[in-house]
């Protein structure tokens, strides 16, 4: 239901796909679709899964989009990969998003929140190795999930306004725990009223 007004459209490159788990979705409501990622084996399962489709399948170097020219993606989608991301990459993402996307696309990114808590997960992360594991197994500890530490909504709002993308919304989550770690971000080329949610 996130995505559903994007869909169905021309390109969507999807970043850090994995195995495909969100490509097999996305791969019926577009024309073209473009994944990239940087482990060599997850595209080579990738293009043995869908490469009879319209599917381009890319290594990445974590960083940059360099394989796709100017203004030719209408949609930019990641799930449950950019949570990994610290924010230095991620800005370099949304760099690329911003040159990518045509002049009306629109991103679906999947983020940490995890730099909104630093002071908690400082704590947390402070406390040895065997204990914390059983603190955080009964439920008295969050979990970070692995998730980037430096990246935050409002850090991530923030690259993205200084790149002129329009952040449509974002909408913080919790993911196994009781703080909320993760984002999702809608953002966009144009103003709000070209992009209209």
Known sequence: PRIRRQLPTGTILEIGP????????????????VLVDISHRCIEVCRDRF????????????????????ESVDFVFSFESLVHTEILDLTSYLKEVARVLKPKGRAFLHHSNLGHYPRYYGLVNGIPGSLRTTLQGRGVLDFDGWRALSVSAEKVRRSAEQEQLTVHSQELVPWGGKRLIDCFTSLGKGTAAETKV
């Not at 994995?18 to 679709?33: A, D, I, K, M």
């Open 18 to 33: 994995g195995q495909g788990r969100w490509t097999h979705f996305l791969l019926p409501y577009c024309e073209r679709l």
């Open 51 to 70: 490469g009879k489709a319209a599917v381009e399948c890319h290594v990445g170097d974590g960083r940059t989009l360099s394989f796709q020219e100017d």
